[in-house]
Structures are given as C-alpha cells and as structure tokens.
C-alpha cells in the first residue's frame, strides 16, 4: 500500500517535471498514507433510535454518529421512528438499533427479520436489547439472543476483556471503569447462543453480565454492545474502539 501510494506520486511529480522541486512532497506521500487514506467506500450503517429515559439524538445520533462518520469511515443515517426504516435498508449495510421505542410496523419488523436472514450486519446497542416487545418475541429469541430485565442503579463498574484476539477488542483496555447503567442481559437457552467478548463486574457483587457480545445467528453477524447511557460511555475512547470496531466485524470489512 505504502509502496503504489509512493511510486503514483513520483510518476505525478515526474510528468509535472517538479521532482527536483518539490522533492519534499514525497515525505508528505509517505507520512499521509499512515491512516488517513482509506481503501473501499465508507460503511453505510442505518441508526435507529428513539423511546424513553435515554438522550437519543444526543448521545446516538451525535456523539456516535461523529465517531463513526470520522476519517470517512462510516455515512450514518439517523431516524427516531423505527417504523421509517423501509425506506433506507436496501441503501444499509449495518442495522445498528439502539431504540426502546416499539417496532409497531409489521413490515419494519419482517425487514428487519429479512436484512438478518440475509446475512448482513446488526448492532443491538443498549436499550434495544431490553424486552420491550411482548407482542415480538422472536426479536429477543432469535436476534438478540436473549434480552435485559434490569439494571443496576446508573453508576460505576468494571468491564473486562474475556476475548482480547477478537478483532473487535482490538485497541480497547483489558480492563476499564466507567459510568453506565449495568444491564441484566441474561442469554435465552431457546435463541442461538452467544459469544461474551467483555464482561462486567460491580465491587462487593458475584453477579457477572455480558457487556460485548456475539450473537451465534448461523447468517448475520450481530454483536450485543450494553454499554451507552450517557457522556460517562459514549465519550470515552475504549467505547469509541469498541463501537468503531464492531461496525467494521459486522460489516465483514
């Protein structure tokens, strides 16, 4: 990659005639193609938010959209209505759902069933891994895998890293501390299982919860991410990697 980059711009100062001028331009051409040239089209990740007692268009459509759209990695499409999402799933690469506002649509539910059945990539992120459907049991059974309850009251606890050579753990401490709800999610032995990457634990508490996880579904790539109330997660850099991170793996990118 650094080789073609350096060559294309020697051939470019050659024919301009400017290579002994401008000699200098062949440090930039070396130094810029450490991560700031990007190979292929950003990610197209479709963001669904919205319900009740978390700030989505702030710390969803905002904070994270910002640090998914940095450096082009990824175009982010926001909408606070999950029942829109017809419109914009044939131009969507990952489903990164973070509502508990209900999916009341029957063809948003079938295709959101569909873009899973199709082997594409989900993000079930938060408040939209609670069991919020009574009447759509299949999406915890069959897309999440499971589901939360509850959670502890908002306040500090330990995430640590159960699977750090997974590529979406990559970057991320093996051990970090923040301030967050500590979701419940507890696994449904009738969904197709999951993989726990992270973990987190409570001082003076035995109870252990999944905070990053795979979801085993046999075509999509779907990952669990529990982590995000506020600026004590969405701000920090080790939830930054991770959610950065795991679009890329769902995306198969």
């Known amino acids: 990659m650094k080789s073609t980059l350096i060559q294309s711009c020697i051939r470019a100062l050659l024919l301009a005639g400017l290579l002994p001028i401008f000699g200098v331009s062949l440090i930039h051409c070396k130094t810029s193609s450490s991560g700031t040239v990007k190979a292929g089209k950003p990610i197209r990740v479709l963001m669904v938010g919205g319900g009740t007692s978390h700030n989505f268009g702030m710390w969803y459509k905002n904070v994270d959209g910002q640090t998914l759209s940095r450096d082009g990695f990824a175009t982010v499409r926001y909408v606070g209505d999950p029942d829109s999402i017809l419109a914009y799933m044939p131009q969507t690469d990952v489903l990164y759902l973070s509502n508990n506002r209900p999916v009341t649509n029957p063809a948003a539910r079938q295709a959101i069933m569909d873009f899973t059945n199709a082997g594409k990539g989900l993000l079930i992120a938060h408040a939209a891994m609670w069991y919020n459907w009574k009447d759509w049991p299949e999406y915890n059974r069959q897309i999440v895998s499971g589901g939360s309850r509850g959670h502890d009251k908002y306040g500090t606890f330990d995430v640590t890293v159960n699977e750090p050579q997974h590529p979406i753990m990559t970057g991320v401490?093996?051990?970090?501390?923040?301030?967050?709800?500590?979701?419940?999610?507890?696994?449904?032995?009738?969904?197709?299982?999951?993989?726990?990457?992270?973990?987190?634990?409570?001082?003076?508490?035995?109870?252990?919860?999944?905070?990053?996880?795979?979801?085993?579904?046999?075509?999509?790539?779907?990952?669990?991410?529990?982590?995000?109330?506020?600026?004590?997660?969405?701000?920090?850099?080790?939830?930054?990697?991770l959610l950065r991170n795991t679009v890329k793996w769902v995306a198969r990118k």
């Open 173 to 241: 401490e093996s051990k970090f501390t923040l301030k967050d709800e500590r979701y419940y999610y507890i696994p449904d032995a009738a969904g197709p299982g999951v993989e726990v990457l992270a973990s987190s634990s409570v001082a003076g508490s035995d109870k252990i919860f999944p905070s990053v996880f795979i979801v085993k579904n046999p075509k999509a790539r779907i990952v669990g991410l529990a982590l995000g109330h506020d600026a004590e997660s969405h701000n920090i850099a080790n939830y930054q990697t």
